[in-house]
């Protein structure tokens, strides 16, 4: 299957050599096996996983070692081919979740880390939860997760450096600090790579999305689904009841077949 070329897929490839260094501060054991109790709490039974916008591979490989079946894909080639690298065993597509194939009958479909925020559009996010609606099993559970204001007003709003012998990256945030509901927010990540006595530079621009929760609602209605649950999340990825769009830093999403 081939990826549709546009902006998302087109980022990522670059970034793919230097996503693992630049995410190396976050703990996917722990906070993948608090998403798998949180689905678990809410009636999730089997262990058929698919992994939408599956990156490198690090929001699935917990799963994997906690004898989960895996499918996978990504948008971006790169990402993909090193993902694949990390799970031979695992199915690892290349494919656009606003057009996500049928790829079988799933327990529990993921998409986590950013990746509806990266659908600009609402029609859009409609076609991306009835994608992946397609994929869920009768008794499956969808989990998904959406950056809230309090990520695009500080994060997006801001910039950070990781800085090595040899690779020095860079997060500058191009979005207003008090970005409102709905808001486009645009970053640009840079990658400076030395190799022996010259350095390299990637630049890449990364656009999202806020998407308010009525307009979720909205979404998976559309699709054929209805929210189980919603829950707030912080930086400490723990979730609690009753997200809060300016002190939480994402919403956590579980959904199911419309009953």
Known sequence: MTA?????SCAYDEMAPYYDRFTAGHDYDAWTLTLERL???HGLAGRRLLDVGCG????????LARGYDVTACDVSAA??????AKAPAVPVHVC??????????????????DGLNHVLEREELTD?????????????????????????RGFFASTSVQESDDLVLVWHGRCAADAGPGARAEADFSAFARADDSWSRVRVTHVQR???EPVVAAALTAAGLECVAAYGQGL???PHAGPDELADTKTLYLARHAR
């Open 4 to 8: 549709v070329a546009d902006p998302i």
């Open 39 to 41: 689905a678990r709490a």
């Open 56 to 63: 490198t591979g690090k929001s699935f490989m917990p799963f």
């Open 79 to 84: 990402m993909a081919a090193i993902a694949a």
């Open 96 to 113: 656009d979740a606003r057009a996500l194939p049928a790829l079988g009958d799933f327990d529990l479909v993921c998409c986590v880390d």
């Open 128 to 152: 991306a939860l009835a994608a992946m609606a397609a994929n869920l099993a009768g008794h499956g559970l969808l989990l998904f997760d959406l950056n809230n204001l309090a990520t695009y």
């Open 210 to 212: 806020h998407h308010p």
């Open 236 to 238: 400490d990825g723990l």
